[in-house]
């Protein structure tokens, strides 16, 4: 097959300035380095930032954003949220739902007709669609316009939405996936025997940085020891669980450990643990990358993840990870890596902690083996080689 020159990518949210979630900054990522290696790249998202509420907040039209030709539509604004939320909460519950419900629910998820149109009379003008992640309303109708030339990019997580019947369908119908690890490939093969023949492990690049792993505290006159995290605040992030074993660890041990965070949404926590919270928000990369680099771990309590961009960015902090052990990609990484510890409940996370903290030898040596890790699998180069060899294919 010749080369795929013409690509379009498909996002629910595109990725400029601030933060959105990381299915999207991979999305854009991936699409700004095929762009910048000469492919012809369009990019398809909604006037959507919020995904919370889905409304429609920025312009629709076309925009050139850096290299990329970014196209805007407009989330449809008929969507019965009432009935979307009402299937959502039997499918979270566990409660089996019916074939006419799952696709209620996948018609009142976020849509947009305006981009599926423009897919229908452009789609024919592209080598390659790749379309993600699989959760959303705009993904699914998009993968099935042109399903013989779409790639899917899914984030594919091991949670009760990708049982759904129809999301058998859509991996059965599309060309191929890119997943972001083995154990994400691995899921898609035990859920759908998704074959390897139509399937590669890209992941996205980072570039390395220096960070100084004093500065951070510093600068914020921190004379304690604090553990990191980044990212959404939310129970399916773990940012709940976290603030109580962190709790639990201080009343137990004594011990005056701080938590640092950076990313958005409130953070439920025991009261008494309040005060021992930095809540920074928002931050640039620099502050980010210090906060990591001074951090005795960085902690990643989610369970449901395709890939941890935050975990591999830490690591290039020189920061060893401590993730939670029923997440079977970020599990793979620290075990690939030799870069960081895993719980399963609250005394392995207490007996991880302890460790870290009492222990500076092998604290840098993780944080060193992470940041070797992820030069070596994630230097940009080496993904764009695998991303390449898989649109060619």
């Not at 959303?136 to 042109?146: P, S």
């Not at 004594?254 to 990313?263: P, Y």
Request: charged share 20%; proline share 6%.
């Amino acid at each position: 097959m010749p080369r795929a020159d013409r690509i379009a990518f498909i996002a629910p949210r595109f990725a400029e300035g601030g933060t959105v979630g990381g299915a999207e900054t991979l999305l854009k990522n991936l699409a700004d380095h095929a762009a910048a290696a000469g492919r012809q790249v369009t990019f398809l998202t909604t006037c959507a930032q919020s995904h919370f509420s889905w409304e429609n907040t920025l312009p629709p039209g076309r925009r050139q954003i850096g290299r990329l030709d970014v196209h805007f539509f407009p989330v449809d604004p008929d969507r019965d949220v009432g009935e979307f939320l009402r299937v959502q909460a039997q499918i979270d519950r566990g409660v089996p739902v019916s074939a006419r419900d799952e696709v209620l629910w996948i018609q009142n998820s976020v849509n947009s007709r305006a981009l599926c149109d423009y897919l229908k009379a452009h789609g024919g003008e592209f080598d390659r669609i790749l379309a993600g992640p699989y959760l959303f309303g705009v993904t699914y109708h998009a993968a099935r316009v042109w399903p013989d030339k779409t790639l899917l990019v899914p984030c594919l997580h091991d949670e009760v939405f990708a049982y759904l019947g129809i999301m058998h369908g859509m991996f059965g119908s599309v060309a191929g996936c890119l997943f972001n690890s083995a154990p994400e490939r691995e899921l898609a093969r035990r859920l759908y025997a998704f074959p390897d023949a139509k399937s590669s492990v890209v992941g996205m690049g980072l570039d390395p940085f220096e960070a100084d792993p004093a500065a951070f505290a510093r600068r914020h006159k921190l004379a304690q020891p604090y553990v990191m995290y980044a990212g959404r605040r939310e129970a399916g992030k773990g940012t709940p669980l976290l603030c109580d074993y962190l709790h639990a660890f201080r009343e137990r041990t004594g011990r005056d450990l701080k938590l640092v965070c950076t990313g958005s949404g409130p953070i439920e926590a025991p009261p008494a643990l309040q005060e021992h919270i930095l809540d920074l928000g928002f931050v640039s990369e620099q502050e980010k990358r210090e906060a990591m680099a001074g951090a005795v771990a960085f902690v990643h309590p989610s369970v449901n993840e395709s890939f941890g961009i935050v975990l591999l960015e830490a690591w290039l902090a020189g920061t060893p990870g401590l993730v939670h052990a029923r997440s079977a990609v970020l599990r793979w990484q620290c075990a690939q890596s030799n870069g960081g510890l895993w719980f399963r409940h609250y005394p392995d996370f207490e007996e991880a902690l302890l460790r870290l903290l009492d222990d500076p030898p092998l604290r840098h040596a993780l944080g060193a083996a992470g940041r070797a890790y992820v030069r070596q699998n994630y230097a940009w180069p080496a993904v764009e080689q695998r991303l390449f060899a898989a649109l060619d294919a």
